[in-house]
């Protein structure tokens, strides 16, 4: 197959890499020519486990190549995939879907003979109908069926999540585009693996289910984790004692500082506004919202108790502030909220974070970046762990704790245990976890 992946963000150069590497021959397109420039001198843009040499293999092989010429890559393509940008939109929260919508028009354009325009972007239910429906208009003769084909990669785990997926969802109004889908994920297919057909409105929506369902149960077990705080109660082992029934399942109940990132904060609250706009809303969505905005701050204020309710003029030692470990991505990130509060309330902040440091600092200018953890901890009356990186998990407490002023430590993801924590003359405080 001939395929033309418009967009080299997170899912659009993930996604190209891995269909090159099926054996597909594939061309990322992209506006921004820097991009395309760095992807084609061997950089890829994003920090990913495994990316670089996967690229890197199929560039070699000349099944993956990149352009910012839109037009004649879509030429003589089979597939389009569609994977820009849906950030929300400022002011109302909806999903900001101009870049789908000028990449459908530059498509209509392009597009020669029978082609199958497939949407991997997260867009609202009905978007793939106003797809068509630009298509159309900007090109009536075009022959083009519009497929909707939502990723569920994480931030991370991309390449694995991309290569062994719980499901493919692909939804599809016209039969047309069945056999060349199915060509597309051959390798999932000759392993009876989890395709799954479904009308192309209902795809849309199981993408956004899906997201906002694991961030109510991130929400629910943070919430439970305040309430064993209260009680005495072991959150990890409320968790598995739940997960343990196939019902519920283990997966995305830790409990931390709250949910971050690129997806799930803005598709939660684009889901809310498309229930609104139905008149059906979501309320359990809306809250799951507010909750986890009102976590951010509460961790803040948490530290601030930590450290006996006044930080001002003490240095905090933060460590991690990508949104999760494996990831330069600081967007949303609980980090960034705590900081925040931390400096408003008169603390100094020492930070350090494995790849996210660079990103942050176009964020948060005003705090020192320290070179490694123990060099953030030099001087400090207190130490956060924000993000479990596994750097972090095997971090030597004694050396930190003679580094530090005041051997406080704050653990938002329950990554040290206690016992060691205290041995060693630490005050310590986790999520959920009392002692
Ligand atoms: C999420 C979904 O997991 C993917 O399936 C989806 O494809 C992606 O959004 C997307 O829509 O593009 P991602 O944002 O990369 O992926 O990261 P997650 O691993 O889901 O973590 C999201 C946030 O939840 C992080 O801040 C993480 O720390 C937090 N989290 C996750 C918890 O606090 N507790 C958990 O148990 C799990």
């Known amino acids: 197959m001939q395929i033309t992946v418009v967009g080299t963000g997170y899912v659009g150069l993930v996604s190209g890499a891995c269909f090159a590497d099926f054996g597909h021959r594939v061309i990322c397109v992209d506006l921004d020519e820097q991009k395309i420039a760095a992807l084609k001198a061997g950089y890829t843009p994003i920090f990913e486990p495994g990316l670089e040499q996967l690229v ?66 997260t867009v609202p239910v009905g978007t793939g109908d106003e797809i068509e429906r630009i298509i159309r208009s ?12 939502p990723e569920f990669l994480r931030e991370g785990a ?35 693996g989890p395709l799954m057909f479904t009308g192309r409105r209902t795809a849309e929506l199981i993408k ?37 029934d196939n019902r519920i399942g283990t997966k995305f109940l830790h409990a931390g ?13 684009a889901l809310a506004k498309t229930g609104q706009d139905h008149g059906s809303p979501l309320r359990l969505v809306e809250t799951t919202i507010q909750v986890n905005e009102q976590r951010k701050h509460a961790m803040g204020e948490k530290i601030v108790q930590a450290m006996g309710g006044d930080v001002q003029g003490k240095t905090v030692a933060v460590l991690g502030l990508t949104f999760k470990p494996n ?21 100094r902040i020492r930070a350090f974070d494995p790849q996210g440091m660079t990103a942050a600092r176009t964020i948060i200018s005003d705090i020192e970046y320290a ?16 993000t479990e990186w596994s750097t972090f998990r095997t971090l ?15 653990d938002l993801r329950n990554v040290f245990r206690r016992s060691e924590a205290e041995a060693l003359g630490f005050s310590y405080h986790a999520v959920g976890m009392p002692g």
Do not use: W
């Not at 390449?159 to 597309?184: T, W």
């Not at 500082?257 to 609250?269: A, I, R």
């Not at 002023?405 to 704050?410: C, D, G, H, R």
């Open 56 to 121: 890197a293999s199929n560039v070699a092989a000349e099944r993956l190549s990149f352009s910012t010429d839109l037009a004649a890559s879509v030429a003589d393509a089979d597939v389009v995939f569609i994977a820009v940008g849906t950030p929300s939109r400022p002011g109302d929260g909806h999903a900001d879907l101009s870049r789908v919508y000028e990449a459908s028009t530059s498509i209509a354009k392009a597009v020669r003979g029978f082609t199958v325009v497939v949407n991997k972007s």
């Open 138 to 149: 900007t090109s009536p003769a075009a022959d083009v069926v519009v497929v909707s084909n």
């Open 158 to 192: 991309a390449i694995n999540d991309f290569k062994l997926p719980d499901r493919i969802v692909i939804g599809l109004d016209d039969e047309r585009a069945r056999a060349p889908m199915i060509e597309i994920y051959r390798p999932f297919h000759l392993n009876q």
């Open 208 to 244: 956004y289910a899906s997201n906002a369902f694991l961030a109510m149960k991130i929400t629910f077990i943070n919430e439970i984790a305040d309430l064993c705080d209260r009680t005495g109660a072991n959150v990890q082992e409320v968790a598995r004692g739940m997960g343990l």
């Open 257 to 269: 500082p709250g949910y971050g990132g690129s997806c799930f904060p803005k598709d939660t609250l």
């Open 327 to 347: 990831t330069d991505d600081v967007r949303d990130a609980p980090s960034i909220a705590i900081i925040q509060l931390l400096k408003q309330a008169g603390a």
């Open 371 to 386: 070179k490694d953890a123990y060099d953030a901890a030099t001087s400090a009356d207190c130490l956060v762990l924000v």
């Open 396 to 410: 030597d407490l004694k050396r930190i704790k003679s580094a530090m002023t005041t051997a406080k430590l704050v």
